[in-house]
């Protein structure tokens, strides 16, 4: 499925921590940034995820803001 | 300020289109990958955005998914 | 691609209404319902979306809001 | 009170599973497909939620993305 | 319709801009901050939203933020 | 640094709950109403948030809602 979706960036989770309902995902960007999604228990269970795998981080272009020093 | 928002990624402005009351903003991230941000015309005049200005892209944890093949 | 993403509802594109950087697409949900996304007018291009179109309109959890009577 | 948010639809609350501070509520959709919303724990039980209630899923349109085929 | 929504916030609107197919528009709260709402142009115009109208704007809390000096 | 971030109101903590991995905090803004952010458990630890401290609520304008009576 190709999707609307502007940011689609790879990686590899480094990290999860699972809570009650939702769960906190790490996911060491390749070119070497990190990037955290707060997903679904559900989600996670249902994707199978694991530290080291591939994976890819998706946001909606609307949902990104800028900074400038 | 210190923000509670997880996702903090450094990059340098790329493209800048205006359009009537939003503009669209890419940003090549620091090691390679590229954001899109749809942020308010307003706040591109307010940040004097140019071409080549290094920037962070922000993103809410809440709102990063995540994919797999 | 697997999406941790909870909601994908299918849907036939209904109407699509190009602004300057943004567009409104209308989808008819398979069952009756609408929904209308504001997605960047790039996305409907790079999709080449048209009406009548088979689309899964995609949704966090954590976007959706309830409301009761 | 009428809301500028563009989607509103309506359904039955399916599942409620509740979490330390959110959590996960299912609607099933009038015409079929199923949503799934991340709430707050405060919130189900200021609405009293229950399964088989009437419910509307309200996603503001700026949250919808778009997958094709 | 009560809503699941944390964030309801009173105020009277200050100024719209109306774009080719989103508009901005300036809610001045209760108590004398200001919010700038993001909408669709359709919105606006089905609410029949004018400058000084009294209006409440809504925000779910997973869309908050928080920052520290 | 400074933000696209259009809404950025200011007020003081009024309450804070932990949860698994997300928490919720709730903010007095300075002229009279509350606003309650869903964020990470870690972002309170890292920010060492409690009850009492000033901090700034931040909203991007695309998220938020408006209604009318």
Do not use: P
């Amino acid at each position: 499925m190709r999707l609307s979706t502007r940011n689609q960036l790879t990686g590899t989770v480094a990290d999860i921590t699972i809570g009650s309902v939702m769960a906190i995902v790490k996911v060491d960007l390749d070119g070497g940034q990190q990037v955290t999604a707060s997903i679904t228990k559900d989600a996670v269970e249902e994707l199978q995820l694991s530290v080291g795998q591939k994976v890819t981080a998706l946001v909606k272009s609307t949902e990104v803001m800028l900074g400038v020093e």
